[in-house]
């Protein structure tokens, strides 16, 4: 058990209001991560961090912001949500270790209306 | 630019038949790692089989083996004797191992075991 936790694990809110979506880990794993997953796309990297207030761009960031103000807790922030965000989120964490694999959270379901 | 192809969107394997789920990839790095998640109708990630460039034998965990053919940049899943329990969403992943440590992954594999 990786003891990764996503909160809130779903959420309804409408369109141009602000969402924080709350990763943490019980491991005090250096990497992180954040995705979203959606029909024929698979998961998709939205944010990345590989240590406290370290982050980075993945391929879908343009909406997104995140921080890391301490190693077990990753946010995910959709400043002004719009209905494309819709989709299910994915925490994940990564020791740094080559033959380990990243473990993730249960995922949050999010709708934006 | 790195890429991940699963060219499988659905297929179907009687029960106690093997599969081969198909995974090419894309790089120039020479260190890189590949990994299979399954993903379950009940929607959690769960991880398979890891394998790194660098190693020389395919990886094996019990009904998992990962067929790593690195100048075809292939990394195929194969599924021994089926069971109805592995039906579900099949994933393909690279991890970077150049500076950075991001993955891709696949648009997946959803795999139907039949009784």
């Known amino acids: 058990d990786a003891g990764i936790t996503q909160s809130p694990r779903h959420k309804v809110t409408e369109t141009g209001t602000p969402v924080t979506l709350r990763c943490h880990q019980t491991e005090n794993h250096r990497y992180m991560y954040w995705y979203r997953q959606d029909p024929g796309h698979g998961l998709r990297l939205i944010h990345y961090?590989?240590?406290?207030?370290?982050?980075d761009k993945g391929e879908v960031s343009d909406g997104y912001s995140v921080s890391r103000s301490k190693t077990e807790d990753f946010l995910l922030t959709l400043e002004s949500a719009t209905s494309s965000q819709t989709s299910v989120y994915f925490c994940a964490n990564w020791a740094g270790q080559s033959n380990q694999p990243q473990h993730f959270g249960d995922g949050t379901r999010l709708s934006i209306l | 630019a790195q890429k991940i192809t699963q060219t499988q969107p659905g297929m179907f394997v009687q029960e106690k038949e093997a599969v081969t789920l198909d995974c090419t990839y894309d790089t120039s790095d020479q260190s890189y790692g590949l990994f299979w998640y399954k993903q379950p109708s009940s929607g959690e990630m769960i991880f398979l089989i890891y394998?790194?460039?660098?190693?020389?034998q395919n990886a094996t965990e019990g009904r998992y083996s990962l067929n790593f053919q690195k100048a075809r940049k292939s990394a195929n899943l194969v599924i021994s004797a089926s069971q109805l329990g592995d039906s579900a969403m099949y994933f393909c992943?690279?991890?970077?191992?150049?500076?950075?440590?991001?993955?891709?992954f696949g648009t997946g594999t959803r795999l139907k075991v039949l009784a």
């Open positions: 394998q790194g460039s660098y190693d020389e």
């Open positions: 961090s590989y240590g406290v207030k370290d982050t």
């Open positions: 992943a690279m991890r970077y191992n150049s500076g950075t440590y991001k993955y891709i």
